[in-house]
């Protein structure tokens, strides 16, 4: 499994996995105690792989800040979400040195770093396998114009 099915529920505390799509809603598993709950569509919902960070040079996708966590980290786990303000920062500076420290903040910064501690936890997330995710675009080939003769 990817991050491209892991969601991010207002007002529920860690991670799910999205299972099946309903008429109503969806229905997600929770990463944390595996139970299932359904989801209506009224419910503020946000796919982890549409989620990007502020930088100073546009947006950086959140699957690529976990890549950058994970190859610093050597795959292993990133500092705890819990550790104090200033440690945070510096450590996410380290990871993304370009981050706009004026949109960005510590409250998501902590997100982020729980967010990779659960994924990371589960073997969702590695340096191999957030870059065979990452699509890829191919080069348009362009055919020259036919002329007629």
């Known amino acids: 499994m990817s991050i ?82 200033a440690t945070l920062v510096a450590y996410f500076r380290e990871v993304m040195p370009e981050f706009d420290e004026d949109r960005v903040y510590t409250s998501d910064i902590k997100k982020i770093l729980n967010w990779y501690n659960m994924l990371q936890a589960k073997g969702l997330v590695s340096k191999a396998l957030l870059k065979a995710d990452e699509p890829t675009e191919a080069p348009v080939e362009e055919e020259a114009p036919k002329t007629e003769e």
């Open 4 to 85: 491209e099915k892991i969601l991010a529920i207002s007002g529920k505390p860690g991670l799910y996995a999205l299972k099946l799509q309903t008429r109503t809603g969806f229905v997600a598993e929770s990463l944390i105690d595996g139970k299932k709950i359904t989801v209506g569509l009224r419910s503020n919902v946000s796919l982890l792989s549409e989620i990007s960070v502020y930088t100073y040079g546009g947006e950086v996708r959140l699957s690529e800040v976990f890549t950058a966590i994970a190859e610093k980290e050597d795959d292993g786990a990133a500092i705890s979400h819990k550790e104090d303000n």
